[in-house]
């Protein structure tokens, strides 16, 4: 059976889509990673979708779906990789990811996470 990796990276999950997702894959990973996150007590998440060359609603659906999982369990998340095509195809799909923060690269995401970490999002004091 198909999996993706799921790492963990001090108090963060790296995860990093390598293969084309389907209904089943985007499944498991979701429920894979809010079992890993509750588990480790992650409080944050990196999706890696650099080698994600094309997306459709369903692969916007599960963007959004992870970062709003992982934020009811209090684990910020930053997509990062994401190419122009890709940003571009989910602005005309109507599907801007409102609330899911991202980044260039795996570093500036990261750094993102580290200091949501400190302050939060939001800005005000994290946990």
Not at 12 to 38: F, G, P, W
Not at 82 to 110: D, F
Request: glycine letters at 8%; aromatic letters at 2%.
């Amino acid at each position: 059976m198909e999996r993706i990796p799921i790492l963990k990276m001090g108090d963060h999950l790296l995860v990093s889509i390598q293969v084309d997702m389907h209904d089943r894959l985007a499944m498991t990973l979701q429920e894979e990673l809010t079992d890993q996150i509750v588990k480790l007590r992650a409080c944050g998440v990196l999706l890696d979708i650099s080698a994600v060359d094309m997306v459709d609603s369903f692969i916007g659906r599960m963007i959004a779906n992870i970062a709003a999982m992982s934020r009811i369990l209090d684990a910020e998340t930053v997509v990062v990789g994401m190419r122009p095509a890709v940003a571009i195809t989910l602005v005309e799909l109507g599907m801007t990811l409102s609330g899911v923060r991202t980044a260039l690269n795996v570093n500036a995401g990261m750094e993102l996470l580290k200091n949501a970490g400190k302050k939060g999002f939001d800005g005000r004091p994290a946990r």
